[in-house]
């Protein structure tokens, strides 16, 4: 772990027109930190990690990259977004594209890699995560597991600098919950720079290097796992007393 | 209880007895022999048989038909005759006929500016005759003055003598061949002029359902006294002011009863009438494909119009879309066709391109903006029902707004709408019969004419057959393409 912030987060705030969701929230991200965000249903999880990678716009506040202010012109929105991946509790797989297409489409269409290195860095990605015999198939043709795992790999293949997750598992029954954390804890040990929102609190604790917990679009706490379930604020008590 | 029921059986007959109803069949759009002013129906004919009637102690019904099915109102009893400025000629084995009572002259009208003074000089122009028309004939391959009319560049067959009239104005033909009461009826506007030289003259009499010479005989004994009496010469002169128009008398019918039906044996027509549909049917694929080529594309950029950010191109296409779904087909073809005219005064014979009539570029103009329109909310509904997260996956992957759109959305989109556009594209088939009303001679143009020429049914029977292998083969090949991309779901 180094002191190089990669991703902070200062003063954001986004509002819809009938509440603020976000409310001021700073946060820093070193590079190759693991750092897991807890909290209540509604209290702007989601929100914070969607304008971390600007699909939600903030109405206050910046989120810097390596120092930058990321704003202005979607090019440079986009450029940014390459370096910043995410997976979704959906997956959100294109279902018209093969398995290997869905990994390679990208890096191919935005420059980042030719075709040909582009389709074997892919298999090597499959390979690794045991699906290489799965290039050719079709998204509906994998189960949800499989499909959460590609989904990793396509944003892993951007050759990110961070990736985000927004609650990566639980839309999987629970017997594939496993693969996928066991595949995201070890992109945690290879030194990736991580944000995750989950509801996996024993999960969170055992990967987390930081964590996060979230009230009514608010940071309440950020600490070491250990010491913030055993926090003295008593909403996060109650919090964690109930989920454990 | 039988005493009632005999009684009331006794009652019903009588009452029927009592009278008779006369049920004449006439074309509502046929000045002056028969047409609507102010809600009625007025017309010379029209008036003469109510007097026929009157003399009969009958009731009459006077019943507008569709011209084009006379002969199954007739033959099917809805009507007991034709009534109609009802030229005899190259009719006159198809019913049975009262002797005429019109002597009707067919001439050529142009516009009062127009150098054409005499028939000769129609050589190498375009006239316009109303379908299933005596001069129609006449003037075809095969009439009795094919001398004339295969001196013309083109015999434009149109709907009806309104639209006629409309192009001739338009300036889309040089002029109209038509029955010459109608002539004096439409030339009385003004701008129009009527040559003296007449293309031919022919008779009018009173149609009846073959065979019904009892009926023919009553009808024709009154009209005959009522020719003796002045009363017709009276009626006559309510419609004619030229007494040279209408002849009225005793004329002998050129009309042998009991000759024989056409002797072409059904299967030899059936080819004839094959081959000529073929024709037709190139036409409709041409509208066919041209549509589809034109409207498929330009319904995506409707759509993309539709759902675009700006406030003023949103609204403007939403109306548009509404327009062409609110109103019928045929309205706006006939829209574009006149428009440029009517609102520009832009000669349409000088719209043509690559020597393509502007009726058939109009065709499909109206045609293509149509179906762009139907195609654009297919695409919408398309467009709008792929999951956010297929945008937000696509986004985070740094794809740009195009490249999402075509290779993430569109592909996606296409495989969702391709049941409701075969829908379309079926529906597109049978609509290319909708180019009739600007004269087009596409394949139903064609199956109307045949079978109002011949009065047989067969030419709507082999159209229906192609329409249904068209549609097949349509149908066919969507489902194949629709097989192709259920490689996912
Ligand atoms: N697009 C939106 N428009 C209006 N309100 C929104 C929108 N998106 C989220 N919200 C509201 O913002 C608040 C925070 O939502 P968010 O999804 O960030 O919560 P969360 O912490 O992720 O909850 P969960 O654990 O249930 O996923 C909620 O009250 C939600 O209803
Ligand atoms: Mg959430």
Redo the contacts between chains.
């Keep these: 772990m180094s002191n190089e912030i990669i991703l902070e987060a200062r003063d954001l705030v986004k509002e819809f027109p009938a509440l603020r969701a976000v409310d001021e929230v700073s946060l820093p991200v070193h590079r190759g930190e693991a750092v897991f965000i807890v909290g209540p249903s509604g209290s702007g999880k989601s929100t914070f990690l969607r304008c971390l ?1 600007m ?1 939600e716009t903030p109405t206050g506040g910046e989120v810097l990259f390596h120092g930058k202010a990321i704003a202005g012109s ?1 090019a440079s929105i ?2 940014y ?2 370096k ?3 997976v ?1 509790q ?1 997956f ?5 594209l093969t398995i290997l297409q869905n990994i390679t ?2 890096p191919v ?2 420059g980042l890699l030719p075709e040909k290195k582009a389709v074997a860095e892919a298999i090597e990605l499959l390979e690794r995560i045991g699906l290489a015999d799965k290039a050719k198939a ?3 043709q994998l189960s949800g597991g499989q499909k959460q795992r590609v989904a990793i790999v ?2 892993c293949a ?1 050759h990110p600098e961070v990736l985000l997750f927004d609650e990566p598992t639980s839309a999987l029954d629970p017997e594939m919950v496993g693969e996928v954390q066991n595949l995201m804890k070890e992109l945690a040990a290879e030194g990736m720079t991580m944000v995750v929102v989950t509801h996996e609190i024993g999960f969170a604790a055992e990967v987390a290097d930081w964590m996060v917990f979230m009230d009514r679009g608010k940071i309440l706490e950020t600490g070491k796992p250990a010491v913030l379930m055993n926090s003295v604020n008593p909403r996060i008590r109650d919090f964690f007393s109930k989920v454990i | 209880m039988t005493f009632f029921m005999v009684s009331a059986l006794v009652f019903t007959l009588s009452a029927a007895d009592a009278v008779k109803r006369f049920t004449v069949g006439f074309d509502a759009n046929f000045p002056p022999y028969g047409y609507v002013e102010n809600g009625e129906y007025r017309g010379f004919d029209l008036d003469l048989a109510r007097e026929v009637a009157k003399r009969n102690n009958w009731q009459i019904v006077l019943k507008p038909i569709n011209w084009d099915a006379k002969d199954s109102e007739l033959n099917s009893g809805m009507i007991d005759c034709i009534w109609n400025g009802f030229t005899i000629n190259g009719r006159e084995n198809s019913y049975t006929w009262s002797d005429p009572y019109v002597v009707n002259e067919q001439v050529v009208i142009v516009k009062d500016d127009s150098p054409l003074r005499k028939l000769a000089d129609l050589k190498g122009k375009k006239v316009a005759v109303q379908t299933d028309t005596p001069v129609q004939k006449a003037l075809k391959k095969g009439g009795e003055r094919y001398d004339l009319g295969r001196t013309l560049s083109e015999l434009v067959v149109v709907p009806d003598y309104n639209n006629a009239v409309m192009m001739l104005e338009a300036g889309s033909v040089d002029a109209i061949a038509m029955d010459i009461g109608v002539a004096k009826e439409k030339s009385k506007k003004g701008g129009l002029l009527i040559l003296d030289e007449i293309v031919m003259s022919e008779n009018y009499g009173i149609g009846f359902r073959k065979g019904d010479t009892k009926l023919r005989d009553i009808v024709q004994n009154t009209l005959l006294e009522m020719i003796d009496d002045g009363t017709a010469a009276r009626i006559s002169a309510r419609y004619f002011d030229g007494k040279n128009v209408v002849a009225l008398g005793r004329i002998k019918s050129a009309v042998s009863e009991d000759a024989n039906v056409s002797g072409a044996g059904f299967w030899d027509n059936a080819g004839v009438v094959t081959l000529e549909l073929l024709k037709g049917l190139l036409v409709s694929m041409a509208i066919f494909f041209l549509t589809l080529l034109f409207a498929l594309p330009l319904g995506l950029l409707v759509a993309c119009f539709r759902m675009s950010g700006n406030f003023l191109l949103r609204n403007f296409f939403r109306i548009f879309i509404s327009v062409m779904r609110g109103t019928p087909l045929m309205l706006q073809l006939l829209v574009w066709f006149f428009g440029p005219y009517y609102l520009f005064g832009i000669q349409l014979s000088k719209l043509s391109l690559f020597g393509i009539d502007y009726r058939f570029i109009a065709v499909i103009i109206g045609f293509s903006l149509n179906y762009a329109a139907y195609f654009a909310e297919i695409y919408r509904a398309g467009i709008s029902s792929i ?1 956010r ?2 945008y ?10 195009s ?1 999402t759109f075509f ?2 959305v569109l ?2 989109v296409v ?1 969702r709408i391709l049941p409701p556009v075969t829908n379309e594209v079926i529906t597109l088939v049978k609509d290319t019969s909708l180019a009739f009303s600007l004269a087009v001679l596409e394949m139903f143009t064609i199956a109307k004419q045949i079978a109002s020429a011949s009065s047989t049914m067969l030419p709507f029977i082999i159209a229906g057959v192609f329409y249904y292998l068209f549609n097949f083969i349509v149908a066919g090949v969507m489902s194949a393409i629709e097989k192709k991309l259920n ?3």
């Excluded at chain 2, 937000?392 to 707004?401: K, P, S």
């Design positions: 990678n699909l979607s986009n450029h977004r390459c910043v991946g995410m979704f959906h959100n797989l294109f279902p018209h489409l990208a269409k935005t079709y998204p509906m396509r944003a951007m | 999951p997260g297929q937000e996956a696509a986004c985070v992957l740094g794809y740009t707004r490249q290779r993430i592909p996606q495989k490689y996912y779901r």
